[in-house]
């Protein structure tokens, strides 16, 4: 499946676009262009939102910590409310059509019925979105009561407390979230703490 490996991605509210830089994720080289498209003015999040949710934008860590942080509150309440965002796709594409329906007509059923399907989960993107701000803080993960894990493309390494790295908040909430789904023994004992 094809989908955008997107580095950066910035909702022009009021403008009615939303600028995106990525690439193909099935082109090599990976060649990352800026490019952007439209939407109705007054729903550029709404749409940032709807390409990430449903993956067809897979951001990387220099999108913007408050649609990174707002995405991972996203994920966390479809875990926590048992929620499939493959089912609430399914209900945006399922609407009845009238027969002779113009083509703005069908637009605007197949923007309604996406509007009611991820009105839900839209108004947690938009409350995390609007709510987030960077303290600069530093934090670290703890994994049981020794040992300080920082994670690694394809495996977890262990540092000890002298010299765990420290992260900010949104990366530490991305690498306990890959460390749970990756590590099933670690999924009640991983927390994050603040840095000293």
Request: glycine fraction near 4%; include cysteine.
């Amino acid at each position: 499946m094809s989908y955008e490996k997107v580095k950066s991605i910035t909702p022009k509210i009021g403008e009615g676009k939303v600028e995106v830089m990525s690439a193909c994720n099935n082109v090599r080289p990976l060649i990352y262009s800026k490019w952007s498209f439209t939407t109705k003015n007054g729903d550029e999040l709404f749409e940032t939102f709807i390409g990430i949710l449903d993956g067809e934008f897979h951001i990387q860590k220099s999108v913007s910590k408050k649609i990174r942080f707002a995405m991972l509150m996203v994920y966390k309440y479809l875990e926590k409310h048992k929620l499939d965002s493959y089912e609430i796709y399914k209900k945006a594409h399922d609407y009845e059509v009238p027969e002779g329906a113009t083509k703005e007509e069908k637009e605007e059923l197949y923007c309604q019925a996406k509007h009611n399907a991820y009105d839900e989960l839209f108004k947690v993107f938009e409350k995390y979105y609007e709510s987030y701000k960077d303290n600069g803080g530093k934090y670290i993960i703890k994994v049981g009561c020794n040992y300080l894990f920082s994670i690694a493309p394809t495996c977890i390494r262990r540092w000890d407390r002298e010299s765990a790295k420290e992260m900010d908040l949104v990366t530490a909430l991305e690498n306990v979230n890959e460390i749970r789904c990756c590590y099933s023994n670690y999924q009640n004992c991983t927390r994050i703490e603040k840095a000293s």
